[in-house]
C-alpha cells in the first residue's frame, strides 16, 4: 500500500534527472560474490555520506548522485575495509566500481587512489560530459557553456559562426544537431530543468557557474524524451563546506586584433568588457550550501554590411554605364510596352532609349525613398561594380546574469534544491549610413530576457526506494526594439496620404521604415519588414519513483508541461525589386545580362511578391503529458540490458481565445458554387480534361469542434532497448536503440507566426498578367485590389474563399526518429578512453509542406506560353464580399494557367505539417578522450556520415506526390579537438618542484589549452538551369571557385533536369583554432591569481563564404565575403579562492 502511494504521487511530476550513478558489485578475493556488506558512498565537498546494503548478488546502486567527487567504501566483517577515492560523477553518468573485499580485520583498510575506470559497462546510451576542468580551462570566445557540446562528433553547429553564439542569443542554443537532422528539436536542460520554449532555447548560465556540460546523442533510458533524440544537459555549480568562488575580468581590445573581415577592410573597433564574480558557501557545515554568480557583460559584437546600391547616374535613371558580367551593357526595358505573341511563345519589351529611364516615368514614391538611400563607398567588384558598399558595424551588447542555488541535506531520507537564474540583455546598433538615413533599421534591436526557476526534492523512502518531485518555470522575452528607427503612421502617410495600410495597423506594437529589397546585380534592403515580441513560458512539474530489486533496478515516472505566452511577429509590408521586370521578356528572362533591379525600383513597378499583412497578438497552448517505465537488468557481471518504454502524449495546439481554426474540408461542397458555377471557358475546362472540384469548408474551433487547431495521437509509445557487455575490465560492446517522437511544439510555429485564418490577412499587390506590371509603388493596393480586411471567424465555411491559405494536417501523426547505435570501448595504456561507433538515425513521417492545388505541369510544358494569356476573369465580382471574400474577386482578368488547378476558387493551397518525409542518417564516429592527469587532459573526435533526405526533384514529381532520396549537402567530414596541459615547471609540479620564489615566478605555473574545429565544405546546391551532367572542373578560387562555362538559364517551359549538387563539389572547408595561455600565481594559501592570454583565430585564417551557384547572379561561381572573424585577443584575470 505505501508503495502504490508513492508511485501514485510521482505520477503528478517529472523525468529527466541530471544527477548520476554509482553502482558495481562486491566480491571476495576469489571473485565469489559477498552479500550483505556495507557500501557508503561519501560527498567529498559536502560531507554528506550514504550508505547501502549489497543484495544476494553483491550488488549495490546509488542513485540520483549530484555531480561531484566521491569516495566509496565497502566493509563485512571478516574482510578488510576497502575504500576508492577521487570517483568523479558526472552529469547522468554512470558510474562502475567493483570493491574486492579481502579476508582480513575489518580496522586495516585498502586504499585505492586512482579514478574509476571511464569505460561504460552498464548502459547502451551514447553521450559525452564536458567537466569543470574543461569548461574552466578551453577557450570559448561567445563563453556559452553550451558551445562545448560540439566536442562531441556527432553535434554540428547550425547557428551563424562560433564567434556569435552569445548565451543570451536563444537561437545558439537550440540550433544544433545532434546526430542527424535534429536542430530546433532537442531537449535542452538545466538541473534538469527544461529551457526550450517551441523551437527556441531560453536562459543559459555563465561559465563560470556551470558544473558541467552533457550531451546524449542516444539515450535508451525510457525517462528521455519530448526531443528528436538530442539531450543537451547543463549542471551549474553548488555550493560546498568550504567558501569557494571567483571574481574575473575578461576584456578585449582592438590594438591586439586583427581586421574583423578581410573583405570589407575596415579597422577593428572590437572593445569588450565582461566581468563577474562567484561564491559557493556553506550556511550549516554538512547540512546547508549556497552557490551564488553574478556576471555583466558590455561587449560590442561586429557586423559587417556588403550592398550593391544605385551609382550617381543610375539615382537619375541613366543605366548608360550599367554593365553586365561579359561587359556588354546592361540594358533595361520598359515592362508597360510589353508585346505578348502567345502562338510563338515570344514576348518583347521596348527597350530604353539610350538605356535611360525618362524622369516622367519614374514613380514619384521610388524618388521620395530614393532621397534616403546613400551611395556606393567604394567602386564596387568588377565591370558590373556589384557590391560597391562595404561597412563594418556593431551591436552593442549590454547584458548581465545572475544565478543563485540552494541545496538543503533536511536528513538522511530528505535533500532538496532550489535555483533562480535570469538574464537580462539590451541590444543596439548605430546608424551607420552616411546621412543617418531612416531607411536604415537595427538588425537586432531590444531586449533578450530569460528567467529559470527550479525546485527538487529527493526522498529516500528505503535503502530500496528513491523518489523525486520536480517543479520548474522557464520564460523568455525577446522583443525587437528600435526607437531611433520607428516613423509610426505619420511617417507612412507621408509616403501614402491615402492611408491605404491603416486598417493593418490595429495592434501593431511598432510601425517602422517600410521594408524594400532590391535584387538583381547583387542586393540591398531597407526598412524594417518582419519583427518580432516573444514572451513565452513554460510550467513544468515532474516525479520519478526508483526501486531497486536486486538484478532489476526499475524506474517508474511521468510529467507534465504546459506552454503558455503570447507572441506575434509582425510584419506589415514589404516591396521586393528584382531584374525581371525591366529584362527584355518575361518568358524566362535573362537577367544575368539584361534587367536591372534599380531601374524596376524607379519606374515602381512591383508584382504579387510585394505584400502587406496583418497578424494579431497570437496566445498559442499547448499541453504535453508523459509517462515511462524502465529496467536495468544486470544479468550477470559482464552483462547489463535496458529495457523501457515511453508514452508521449501532446494536445493539439489551441488559442487562450479560441482563434484557431480546424482546417480547409475539401470534401464539402460549396453550395453557391455548385448551384451558379462560374463561366469558366470551355477550352480551358476541355484542356484540364476532368472537372473541376468547386468544394471547400473552412471549419474553426467551437461549435461543436475541439479547441485544438489539429487532433494528436493518444497511443505513442516509443520503446527502447540497450545492451553494454563487459568484455574485459577495460573494454566494453555497447549496442542501443530508441525510438524518439518529435512533438508538434518543434515543427509548428508559436513564437508569432502561426496560422490564424480570418483573424490575419496577407494582401499581395496584383500580380503581373502578359508581362506587364498592374501595380505600382505609389499604389500598391488600389480600389480595384483593396486590402483583404480581418474577419475573425465570422465567414464562418467561406473564409479563404479567393485567396490562398494554409492550415496544418487536422490528423497529425509526429515525425519518428529511430535511433541506433553499436559502440565499442576500450581503455587505452596513459588512461586514454576510446570509442568507436556505428550510429544510424531512420526519420519517418517527417513535416513538410502539401501543396492541393497545383496545376498539371504537363499542360504548362506542352501549351507554353498559351496559358500565360489572359481571360475575363469568371470569379470578379462573383457572388457576394461575405461569400467570395478574396482577392480574386477583385480581378478583372487572370491567366488560363491559374484556371487550370483543382480548385480555381482558391489561390494556392498548404497543408503544413503534413507527414511523409523521410530522413537516413550514417556515422562512424571516433573519439579518444583522457580526463585531466599528470597535467594533461585531451579530446578528439572524429565524424563521417552520410545523409538523405526525402525531396520532390521538380514539379513534375512534386504534382505527383512522387518523392525521391537527395544526399544532403551537409558537411560529411567533422573534427573537434581540445586540450590542456599544466606546463611541468614550478612548485607542485614535475620539474623545479622546489625552486626558488623568483624562478617559481617565472617559470612556474603556466599551462596552454586550445580547442579547434575543422568542417569539410558543405556541398553546393545549384537551383533549376542548364547544368552540365559531370562535376565542372573545381579551382577553387575565390574569383572562380568552379568553371562556369557549361551553365545557362533555364529555358522556358522545360522542367528541372540538373542535379541539385555534385557529390565532389563542395564549398570552402571551415576550420578555427583557438588557444589560451594561462600563468597561476599563488598568493595565500587560499587565494590564487591567473592571468590568461586568449587567441581567437590564432592563424588569422580566412574562410570565404560559399560561392553563388545562380547562373544568373553577377558574382556566379565567386565568393564574395568572409564567413568567419579574424583574430581576437583577449586578455583575462581571475582570482580563485
Do not use: C
Amino acid at each position: 500500500m505505501r508503495f502504490a502511494a508513492v508511485l501514485l504521487m510521482a505520477s503528478v511530476a517529472f523525468a529527466q534527472n541530471y544527477r548520476g550513478r554509482v553502482q558495481g558489485t562486491v566480491t571476495d578475493s576469489s571473485a565469489a560474490v559477498v552479500a550483505g556488506a556495507k557500501v557508503a558512498l561519501l560527498d567529498v565537498n559536502k560531507g554528506i555520506e550514504t550508505v547501502r546494503e549489497t543484495s544476494a548478488s553483491g550488488q549495490f546502486l546509488f542513485d540520483f548522485v549530484d555531480p561531484g567527487t566521491y569516495t566509496l567504501s565497502a566493509e563485512l566483517q571478516g574482510f578488510n575495509r576497502y575504500t576508492q577515492q577521487n570517483i568523479l560523477v558526472q552529469v547522468r553518468s554512470d558510474v562502475s566500481v567493483n570493491p574486492v573485499l579481502r579476508p582480513g580485520n575489518m580496522v586495516e583498510t585498502v586504499d585505492v587512489s586512482s579514478q574509476a575506470v571511464e569505460v561504460q559497462f552498464n548502459t547502451g546510451t551514447m553521450a559525452l560530459t564536458v567537466d569543470r576542468k574543461m569548461l574552466t580551462d578551453l577557450p570559448v570566445l561567445a563563453r556559452n557553456p553550451f558551445t562545448l557540446a560540439l566536442l562531441d562528433p556527432a553535434v554540428v553547429n547550425r547557428y551563424a559562426t562560433l564567434a556569435t553564439r552569445n548565451p543570451f542569443y536563444m537561437w545558439s542554443s537550440s540550433s544544433m544537431d545532434v546526430g542527424g537532422n535534429t536542430t530546433t528539436k532537442n531537449e535542452l536542460q538545466l538541473d534538469g530543468a527544461p529551457l526550450q520554449l517551441g523551437a527556441k532555447g531560453s536562459y543559459a548560465p555563465p561559465m563560470d557557474a556551470t558544473q558541467e556540460v552533457s550531451v546524449q546523442q542516444n539515450a535508451v533510458d525510457a525517462e528521455f524524451g519530448h526531443s528528436a533524440g538530442g539531450v543537451l544537459s547543463l549542471s551549474v555549480k553548488s555550493g560546498t563546506n568550504e567558501f569557494h568562488g571567483s571574481g574575473y575580468y575578461f576584456g578585449r581590445n582592438p590594438v591586439f586584433n586583427a581586421v574583423t573581415n578581410s573583405v570589407v577592410r575596415s579597422p577593428n573597433a572590437v572593445k569588450n568588457h565582461i566581468a563577474g564574480g562567484t561564491i559557493g558557501n556553506p550556511i550549516i557545515k554538512n547540512k546547508l550550501f549556497n552557490f551564488f554568480s553574478y556576471e555583466q557583460w558590455r561587449t560590442k559584437d561586429p557586423r559587417s554590411a556588403i550592398m550593391t546600391l544605385p551609382t550617381d547616374l543610375e539615382r537619375g535613371g541613366n543605366f548608360s554605364q550599367s554593365f553586365n558580367p561579359d561587359g556588354g551593357l546592361r540594358a533595361i526595358f520598359d515592362p508597360f510596352t510589353t508585346q505578348f505573341n502567345a502562338a510563338a511563345n515570344s514576348a518583347t519589351r521596348t527597350p530604353f532609349p539610350g538605356n535611360q529611364i525618362p524622369r516622367a516615368q519614374m514613380d514619384p514614391l521610388s524618388l521620395k525613398f530614393m532621397q534616403d538611400i546613400w551611395g556606393p563607398n567604394t567602386p564596387g567588384e568588377g565591370i558590373t561594380r556589384v557590391n560597391n558598399y562595404k561597412q563594418s558595424y556593431f551591436w552593442y551588447l549590454n547584458n548581465w546574469n545572475v544565478n543563485n542555488r540552494t541545496d538543503w541535506n533536511i536528513n538522511d531520507k530528505w535533500k532538496v534544491f532550489g535555483r533562480y537564474s535570469r538574464f537580462r540583455t539590451d541590444l543596439a546598433q548605430d546608424n551607420y549610413s552616411p546621412n543617418t538615413s531612416p531607411a536604415l533599421t537595427d538588425d537586432n534591436g531590444g531586449v533578450m530576457n530569460a528567467r529559470n526557476i527550479a525546485g527538487d526534492a529527493v526522498w529516500t523512502a528505503s535503502s530500496r526506494t528513491v523518489v523525486n518531485f520536480r517543479f520548474s518555470y522557464a520564460s523568455l522575452n525577446d522583443d525587437y526594439e528600435a526607437p531611433k528607427s520607428k516613423i509610426g503612421a505619420d511617417g507612412l502617410a507621408k509616403f501614402w496620404p491615402n492611408g491605404w495600410y491603416k486598417p493593418y495597423l490595429e495592434g501593431i506594437p511598432s510601425v517602422y521604415y517600410p521594408n524594400l529589397s532590391i535584387s538583381g546585380v547583387g542586393n540591398a534592403s531597407f526598412g524594417k519588414g518582419g519583427y518580432w515580441y516573444q514572451h513565452p513560458e513554460s510550467f513544468n512539474y515532474s516525479g520519478r519513483v526508483s526501486r531497486n530489486f536486486g538484478r532489476h533496478y526499475v524506474k517508474w515516472g511521468a510529467e507534465a508541461r504546459h506552454l503558455r505566452g503570447s507572441s506575434v511577429r509582425p510584419n506589415l509590408m514589404n516591396f521586393s525589386f528584382g531584374p525581371a521586370l525591366t529584362a527584355d521578356t518575361f518568358l524566362a528572362p535573362n537577367t544575368r545580362l539584361r534587367g536591372d533591379g534599380w531601374a524596376t525600383f524607379l519606374l515602381g513597378a512591383i508584382d504579387s511578391s510585394s505584400q502587406a499583412q496583418y497578424i494579431p497578438l497570437q496566445k498559442p497552448r499547448t499541453d504535453f503529458f508523459a509517462g515511462y517505465m524502465h529496467d536495468d537488468f544486470k544479468v550477470n557481471r559482464n552483462l547489463t540490458i535496458n529495457l523501457g518504454l515511453r508514452w508521449e502524449y501532446e494536445t493539439g495546439i489551441y488559442d487562450a481565445e479560441d482563434r484557431f481554426s480546424r482546417a480547409l474540408d475539401l470534401t464539402n461542397p460549396i453550395p453557391e458554387i455548385q448551384a451558379n458555377p462560374p463561366a469558366i471557358p470551355a477550352d480551358i475546362a476541355a484542356l484540364r480534361g476532368k472537372p473541376y472540384s468547386f468544394t471547400g469548408a473552412w471549419n474553426f474551433v467551437g461549435n461543436g469542434n475541439p479547441r485544438s487547431s489539429f487532433d494528436s495521437p493518444k497511443k505513442v509509445f516509443m520503446p527502447r532497448i540497450g545492451m553494454a557487455y563487459r568484455l574485459s575490465d577495460r573494454m566494453s560492446l555497447r549496442v542501443g536503440y530508441a525510438r524518439y517522437v518529435i512533438p508538434a511544439v518543434f515543427t509548428t510555429d508559436l513564437l508569432g507566426s502561426a496560422s490564424y485564418p480570418g483573424y490575419n490577412a496577407l494582401s499581395t499587390s496584383a500580380p503581373v498578367l502578359q508581362g506587364v506590371p498592374q501595380a505600382k509603388l505609389s499604389d500598391p493596393f488600389p480600389s480595384t485590389n483593396p486590402l483583404i480586411p480581418q474577419v475573425g471567424g465570422s465567414l464562418g465555411r467561406y473564409t479563404n474563399l479567393g485567396q490562398a491559405a494554409s492550415w496544418q494536417q487536422r490528423d497529425y501523426r509526429p515525425g519518428v526518429n529511430e535511433r541506433i547505435n553499436v559502440s565499442f570501448q576500450r581503455q587505452l595504456p596513459g588512461q586514454i578512453h576510446f570509442d568507436i561507433t556505428y550510429f544510424v538515425n531512420l526519420g519517418r513521417d517527417l513535416p513538410y509542406n502539401l501543396q492541393l492545388n497545383l496545376v498539371d505541369p504537363a499542360l504548362i510544358y506542352s501549351q507554353k506560353a498559351v496559358l500565360d494569356q489572359t481571360v475575363n476573369n469568371p470569379f470578379f465580382q462573383y457572388l457576394t464580399p461575405q461569400k467570395f471574400p478574396g482577392q480574386l474577386r477583385n480581378q478583372r482578368t487572370v491567366t488560363r494557367r491559374s484556371l487550370l488547378s483543382t480548385y480555381p476558387q482558391y489561390g494556392g493551397l498548404t497543408q503544413t505539417n503534413s507527414d511523409g518525409f523521410l530522413n537516413r542518417y550514417h556515422a562512424i564516429q571516433v573519439k579518444a578522450q583522457r580526463s585531466f592527469r599528470g597535467g594533461l587532459f585531451f579530446l578528439v573526435a572524429y565524424n563521417f556520415n552520410r545523409e538523405q533526405n526525402s525531396y520532390f526533384f521538380n514539379d513534375i514529381t512534386e504534382f505527383g506526390k512522387q518523392t525521391d532520396m537527395l544526399d544532403s549537402n551537409n558537411p560529411r567530414h567533422r573534427i573537434a579537438q581540445a586540450g590542456s596541459y599544466e606546463l611541468p615547471f614550478g612548485k607542485g609540479r614535475k620539474w623545479l618542484a622546489n625552486s626558488g620564489r623568483a624562478t617559481n615566478f617565472a617559470l612556474g605555473g603556466w599551462s596552454a589549452s586550445w580547442l579547434m574545429f575543422y568542417n569539410s565544405g558543405a556541398f553546393l546546391r545549384f537551383p533549376s538551369q542548364v547544368a552540365p551532367a559531370g562535376t565542372p572542373p573545381a579551382p577553387r578560387a575565390r574569383g572562380k571557385w568552379f568553371d562556369t562555362s557549361g551553365f545557362d538559364r533555364q529555358p522556358a517551359f522545360t522542367p528541372r533536369s540538373n542535379p541539385y549538387q555534385y557529390n565532389d563539389l563542395a564549398g570552402p572547408r571551415n576550420w578555427n583554432l583557438d588557444t589560451t595561455l594561462s600563468k597561476f600565481f599563488q598568493m595565500t594559501e587560499r587565494f590564487k591569481l591567473e592571468l590568461r592570454f586568449e587567441a581567437y583565430n590564432l592563424t588569422n585564417s580566412f574562410v570565404p563564404n560559399d560561392p553563388a551557384t545562380a547562373f544568373t547572379s553577377a558574382t556566379f561561381g565567386r565568393t564574395t565575403n568572409q564567413s568567419n572573424r579574424g583574430r581576437e585577443m583577449q586578455y583575462t584575470v581571475r582570482l580563485h579562492f
